[in-house]
């Protein structure tokens, strides 16, 4: 059944009482496809980390697990997620382990090469101008750093029927794969994810190296 627009839009950019709900609920729903996101990017103690539309923050808390010498950072802009993730991994945060920033991700608050590893997972369909987004995460990432974009695809049907098409760009795999190509990453294996009915699809991106280096 097709989700009412007040629904999509929660998951777009959660706000008020009800996106404090779907903060919680969400953390759990995507629990498995973010884990699945954080074995793709193959994290390693050192390596600075960002999660771009981190919302809940719950991938990047599990990733700290991994990450004991490195440095982790999420963005997301809406201000109820925003809120919650602070509160949700606060001695994270009192340990200067996690920073989490609100802002778009398609304006990233980073110096140019300044991540090992980015990922985005169940972000992409609200990128108007996914070129915008994606050129960001490519500017911040380190030469040979590795970029992971987790979604669902146009291929996966039930998807497509359940959400609104004006909140939801749903794009097929080898649309998302030839956009992370244009942003400038080397877009190497798309990797796929099954969870009952669900089907999850993943880019995986690397940064070149640096030629002039
Ligand atoms: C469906 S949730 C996914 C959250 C988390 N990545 C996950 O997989 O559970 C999408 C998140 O992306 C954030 N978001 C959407 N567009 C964004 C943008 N342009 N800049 C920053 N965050 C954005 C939303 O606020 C929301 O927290």
Not at 31 to 46: I, K, T
Not at 128 to 149: I, M, N, S
């Amino acid at each position: 059944m097709r989700k009412p627009q007040f629904i999509a839009e929660q998951g777009r950019k959660p706000s008020g009482l009800l996106g404090q709900i779907v903060a919680r609920v969400m953390a759990k729903e995507t629990a498995d496809e973010n884990g699945f996101a954080l074995e793709l990017l193959q994290p390693r103690p050192e390596d600075a980390v960002l999660e771009i539309g981190c919302g809940h923050g719950e991938t990047l808390a599990k990733c700290a697990k991994i990450i004991s010498r490195g440095s982790l950072c999420g963005i997301d802009f809406s201000p109820v997620m925003h809120r919650h993730a602070k509160r949700r991994h606060r001695r994270l945060v009192a340990e200067k382990r996690i920073e989490f920033h609100f802002g778009s991700n398609d304006w990233l608050p980073f110096d140019d090469q300044s991540f090992d590893k980015v990922f985005a997972v169940h972000t992409i369909y609200f990128w108007k101008t996914p070129l915008d987004h994606l050129a960001e995460a490519h500017r911040v990432l380190k030469p040979e750093g590795r970029f992971v974009l987790g979604f669902r695809p146009a291929e996966d049907a039930g998807f497509r029927a359940t959400y609104p098409s004006e909140i939801y760009y749903i794009r097929p795999e080898a649309e998302v794969a030839k956009l992370t190509r244009d942003a400038g990453f080397e877009a190497g294996d798309l990797k796929r994810h099954v969870r009952g009915k669900l089907q999850f699809s993943f880019v995986i991106g690397t940064r070149a190296q640096d030629k002039s280096a």
